[in-house]
């Protein structure tokens, strides 16, 4: 048993052109074909009368697929080819314009395709559009498709059902089994082209009730409910007034300023890793002071209920220099000729740690960072850093440089840091419009050209096979002779190094549970599972040192780009049982488990 990778389809714009050249619009003239010569025609009549004179429909088709799970239900299709993604085989599909009916519309376009290879068109998979095809969709002229027994299916990633919130604002993402129309409380919702979708609303205080509805090509529909409640919390923290000073004899202070809770909160402060936990009571004014025992690198929650039992969200702060964060490049001061700068730096190579460079998410490798085409403003501006890590900590670093010109070239890579083999798009944009002469790329900055094309739009990829950083270098030549030049970092790493970080948010969270730092355990789990599984936990308070075991232990998985799936093995009386363990790398670039 191992741990796999899985890259998935990266490249969704070709797949969206593949889509559309395969039709050539909704009604197109037949390019000649219905005015051939009368062999032609006769063709033709001899293809449309031996369509009907063989029996199509003969119930169960026995392409050994069950008919609930069949795309074409009396058309034998083992290959289930669905080209337009809609539910309905191309066996039994010739509704090419997805209208409901065959018609003589839908001929037109089969005629537009004659001879092509267009993958829509090609019912009978023979890989061209030709008689065969139109024998398929004589057989059904002036019916529906199908009959498919294909349904529309919703899968919801997030949140989770029953969630309670203290935040106002959700994200609804999840996708579905084939290309269907699909709404949220009767509003349509758009599908990206991999038929996922994502949908942002604001929460009403209480109970928030949402019904997703799919419906496919031939009618079929499908509704997942969705419930989640928002609770908003009724305490305020200032966090930038409390302050946490350095460890002495293994304790540390955590003050208030005035105002930083409301008049007599109780205050309570824990220590995420050990569990320890103090309460003290807030002056009249807000202010508060406490000490606890705490260690370089440990993370404390901050809480605070007012009077009326009024409860506030928790707040991390660090100990002591939690991240060491700093930028190496470009250095503080400079000046760049352009918007878009590839930035660098380091930190002290804690693990799980999502780190950002101006909003652009940077790659990781052991202690160094890289983010590039941070965008800078015109002038003198920040470059900030943030990095974040699961107990909530936010930490900044920044330096100013000054930007004196716009980029008239911008080239792209895609995905920038991954696991090898790692493969790797590259895009040039002429932002300028001045007209691109030449491009030429050094894959690995050693000095040789290795990729050079006088195409501004073809396609280039290229496929890290070994571990480590890489520098691309690119050289655009506009059409005026002026070289424009950008470096890329490019990240392929381990999927061992990915699979130690994954199993250790499992363990450290166990490890939490262990000792009965609660507060400290939930935080390696996502929002939409947290507050479910605190009650869990808190409800095992008194056993959870024994109880921690019995979570199983993991034995195997798969890893994706933003999403990992392991399984665990619990005991039960002697009967091992398989259970899955599913994380989520989050927006803020830390991964946390999302479902167990």
């Not at 290879?117 to 019912?123: E, K």
Request: with cysteine.
């Amino acid at each position: 048993m191992g741990v796999t990778y899985r890259s998935g389809h990266s490249d969704g714009r070709a797949r969206i052109a593949r889509g559309n050249a395969a039709r050539h619009g909704d009604v197109r003239a037949a390019c000649g074909i219905e005015t051939a010569s009368l062999v032609l025609s006769l063709i033709f009549a001899i293809t449309f009368i031996a369509s009907f004179a063989k029996p199509v429909y003969a119930g169960q088709d026995s392409d050994g697929i069950p008919d609930t799970a069949d795309n074409c239900v009396q058309i034998a299709n083992p290959d289930q080819r669905d080209s337009d993604d809609d539910g309905i085989g191309n066996a039994c599909d010739p509704d090419l314009n997805n209208d409901g009916i065959v018609d003589a519309r839908d001929r037109s376009l089969l005629y537009g395709a004659f001879y092509g290879t267009s993958p829509v068109n090609d019912l009978n998979g023979d890989g061209y559009v030709n008689f065969g095809d139109l024998g398929i969709l004589y057989s059904l002229y002036n019916r529906s498709p199908g009959p498919t027994g294909i349904r529309p299916q919703i899968t919801l990633l997030s949140p989770a059902d029953g969630l309670i919130t203290d935040q106002p604002d959700l994200t609804i993402t999840g996708s579905l089994n084939i290309r269907a129309a699909l709404t949220i409380n009767s509003a349509p919702l758009g599908l990206n082209p991999d038929r996922s979708f994502s949908a942002t609303t604001t929460l009403q205080p209480g109970p928030n009730a949402y019904q997703l509805t799919a419906t496919s090509v031939t009618g079929a529909t499908t509704q997942q409910g969705l419930s989640i409640t928002y609770e908003p919390a009724t305490v305020t923290i200032n966090a930038t007034l409390i302050s946490i000073g350095p460890v002495v004899n293994g304790q540390v202070s955590v003050t208030g300023q005035a105002g930083s809770v409301p008049a007599g909160a109780q205050v309570t402060i824990t220590n995420f890793d050990t569990g320890a936990t103090i309460t003290v009571t807030a002056s009249a004014d807000g202010s508060f002071s406490a000490t606890i025992a705490a260690q370089d690198s440990q993370a404390l929650g901050i809480t605070a209920t007012d009077t009326g039992n009024g409860a506030s969200d928790a707040i991390s702060k660090p100990v002591g220099n939690i991240l060491g964060l700093s930028v190496t490049s470009p250095l503080n001061g400079d000046t760049l000729n352009s918007d878009l700068v590839s930035v660098s730096g380091t930190f002290n190579g804690r693990p799980n740690v999502g780190i950002s460079v101006n909003g652009v998410t940077a790659c990781i490798v052991g202690t160094n960072y890289y983010a590039n085409n941070v965008p800078l403003t015109a002038g003198q501006g920040a470059i900030a850093v943030t990095g974040t890590i699961a107990d909530g900590v936010t930490v900044a670093e920044s330096i100013q440089v000054t930007s004196t010109a716009e980029a008239a070239i911008k080239a792209e890579v895609a995905p920038a840091c991954g696991i090898a083999p790692l493969d790797v798009s590259f895009v040039v944009t002429d932002t300028a419009g001045g007209g691109i002469q030449t491009i030429a790329i050094d894959f690995d900055n050693n000095g040789s050209v290795d990729y050079s094309s006088t195409d501004g739009a073809a396609p280039i990829t290229h496929i890290y096979a070994a571990e480590g950083v890489y520098a691309a270098s690119v050289v655009v030549t506009d059409a005026a002779g002026t070289q424009h030049t950008s470096t890329h970092a490019i990240v392929a790493g381990s999927v061992q190094n990915m699979d130690a970080m994954l199993r250790s948010i499992y363990n450290g969270m166990r490890e939490r549970l262990r000792i009965g730092a609660i507060d400290g355990a939930v935080n390696a789990l996502n929002d939409d599972v947290r507050q479910k599984y605190r009650r869990v936990f808190e409800d095992l308070a008194p056993s959870l040192s024994t109880v921690v075991d019995q979570l199983g232990t993991i034995v195997d998985g798969a890893i994706f780009p933003e999403f990992a799936q392991y399984t665990i093995v619990q005991d039960h009386d002697g009967v091992q049982r398989a259970y899955f363990l599913e994380f989520l790398r989050g927006d803020d670039g830390v991964w946390r488990i999302s479902g167990m």
